[in-house]
């Protein structure tokens, strides 16, 4: 069973690619995060979705949180760019350090820390009201007072080229952004998260609202972003953390309801060689 | 199931559907009487003299009330400079950034004002604003209409701003926007048929009100002069002419009567066109 088991997965884990090398596996193990959660919970009004989470993620990699419905995997993502507090009765403890500073410190205002950390949601949101350029210059437009013509034209191609955009949109810029289909709404968006340069990106299930084609293509975008940006994805589609992830975390909840951190650790390793009974079921699909 | 059971309720299927037709139908009716009432009684006399000539002496022929319709559309004005800031801003901080408890007690005053009868309004606005200046006038109208005007104002705004998704508050904070600018540069673009809307339905609520400007406007035959000084109003002046015992004013109450429903009108009809934008 459990070699039958692992050759499954070692299937599903080697797919792809070359980026996670030995070394660039013990690279990762080594490395300090660039955000580390510590001992977070979090709360929508008195109930405790969340509860203790700690993990350190690493830079320039591919994160992915996987786990069954309602496990607080939405939540915990939620947690890591202050957007948890703009549900209605959202309340955390804990810390969640940038770069050695915690983001939930008195001093820091959480619109200076949504600029670092951008987020991409479930459904495509593009503004209904505005056209595709302005959709990308949104982020740019909406935090100054005004903006050169030219800098906002070099920021929202530069923007759409990253998201693998341009060539599709390039000769309808004016037109609205509802207008793309599914799968170009999802990378305008992505588009426009880029396009204000934060250097976390937080990916809330980006693909669950698409189609294989689509969701391929989100994926391949990711390998390319996770050059120069840090990438976490939350996703219930463990194939697609399998094949796009560096480091993986699987979260569970516990019987008090409450999402747990059952183990984190190399993608390879956790879909390989599970250290826990629980993360082994669930990737093998014996529930969840 | 007996048959004389299923007769029943068929029967009683079939009477129920007629009541409901015939009270809709009624209804209708009663629109239509008063449309083609005015109408007979008014078209007759709506022509071009009477939408530009000042209002003559007893006993004259001829004669109309461009004044009474310039002084309506400056009340209007008038009103919407006041009361647009302070519904919106109201409707805007209820959707927007009070707590749920505010936001309750916020809406439940806005209803208890929308249902004031107008002319405890007017009551109101000739004590703060008449007897403190010694005089009707275009002002104190203006008050007296903006009172009316915030509750519908800042309610249909309110309930525009709820239908914008969540998501797209959530998107725009996310890019790292402040409240305030996803609210002026995103949410309100969202809702802005919905806010259009409810400021024509409360201009048309205003265009007709009598009772407030008795106590304010007064009516003057000389049209504009000034905010401090009295100022005749189309309905006002319906008022006046149809009790009057001239015959030459009374049917130009009547056309006065036509022209002010046919404003209220065209104002319903652009607003149903704006909301069917909204729905396609």
Known sequence: ?288 | MSEIGYLRRKWLNRIMSALSSAAAGLAILVLALILGYTLAHGIAFLNLDFLTRAAGPVGEAGGGMRNEIFGTLILITLASILALPIGLMAGISMAEFASPKMAYAVRFVADILAGVPSIVVGVFAYAIVVRPMHSYSALSAGVALAIIMVPVVARTAEESLRLVPNSMREAALALGITRSRAVIGVIMPGAMTGIITGIMLAIARIAGETAPLIFTALGSQFGFQGLTKPIGALPLQIFRYASSPYPDWQQQAWAGAFLLILLVLGISILVRRLSNRRQS
């Open chain 1, 1 to 288: 069973m459990e070699g039958k088991t692992s050759a499954i997965i070692q299937n599903m884990v080697s797919n792809d690619n070359e980026h996670r090398t030995e070394e660039g596996a013990a690279h990762l193990e080594g490395e300090k995060g660039i955000l580390e959660v510590q001992n977070l919970s979090a709360w929508y009004g008195n109930t405790l979705a969340i509860k203790h989470i700690d993990m350190s993620i690493k830079s320039r990699a591919i994160t992915a949180i996987i786990g069954p419905s309602g496990c607080g995997k939405s939540t915990l993502i939620r947690c890591l760019n202050r957007m948890h507090e703009v549900s209605h009765g959202g309340r955390v403890e804990g810390c969640v350090l940038l770069d050695g500073k915690d983001i939930y410190a008195r001093d820091v205002d959480p619109v200076v820390i949504r600029r670092r950390i951008g987020m991409v949601f479930q459904k495509p949101a593009p503004f209904p009201t505005m056209s595709i350029f302005d959709n990308v210059a949104a982020g740019l437009r909406l935090t100054r007072l005004w903006s050169r013509r030219w800098e906002l034209e070099d920021v929202v191609e530069r923007g759409l080229r990253q998201a693998a955009l341009w060539d599709e949109v390039k000769d309808k810029l004016n037109l609205s952004g509802s207008s793309l289909s599914g799968g170009q709404q999802q990378r305008l968006c992505i588009a426009r998260a880029l396009a204000v340069a934060p250097e976390i990106i937080l990916l809330d299930e980006p693909c669950s609202a698409l189609d294989p084609v689509a969701t391929l293509k989100i994926e391949e975008l990711m390998r390319n972003l996770v050059k120069e940006y840090t990438i976490i994805i939350v996703t219930h589609n463990m194939q697609q953390a399998a094949r796009v992830s560096d480091m993986a975390a699987f979260m569970m909840m516990g019987e008090d309801r409450a999402g747990t951190l059952v183990e984190y650790g190399l993608t390879s390793q956790l879909f390989t060689n599970p250290k826990d009974k629980r993360t082994e079921d669930y990737i093998t699909g014996r529930f969840g």
